[in-house]
């Protein structure tokens, strides 16, 4: 299974990130794979953002639930994170995963997302 991020490189303060996951050789609708987003900031460690199930439920950190949805493209096997009104705060390395119940089996490469006017 491969994961990839897209790349939106440059966002200003109060837009909207958007991020797409793409899963090749495997599907995101598979029993029982959780897609899950994960971000790293400069000298921190990481944070877990949220996740789409295979059945399409979605979960959210407690601290991002207002800024941010996760949604799905089955037909072209992509999960998609959407963080709103995004601060110099939000910069960050990027990472999309799938979670398998034990851990998190795959990764992206990650992607560096920065927050500057």
């Known amino acids: 299974v491969q994961l990839q991020e897209s790349t939106p490189g440059l966002v200003k303060p109060s837009q909207t990130l958007s991020l797409t996951c793409t899963v090749s050789?495997?599907?995101?609708?598979?029993?029982?794979?959780?897609w899950t987003w994960i971000r790293r900031p400069p000298g921190k460690g990481l944070e877990w953002m949220g996740a789409?199930?295979?059945?399409?439920?979605?979960y959210y950190s407690p601290s991002l639930k207002n800024r941010t949805s996760i949604s799905r493209d089955t037909s072209k096997n992509q999960f998609t994170l959407q963080l709103s009104s995004v601060t110099p705060e939000d910069t960050a390395v990027y990472y999309c995963a799938r979670e398998d119940g034990d851990g998190y089996d795959f990764w992206g490469q990650g992607t560096q997302v920065t927050v500057s006017s």
């Open positions: 789409i199930a295979y059945s399409g439920t979605t």
């Open positions: 050789g495997g599907s995101i609708t598979t029993n029982y794979y959780y």
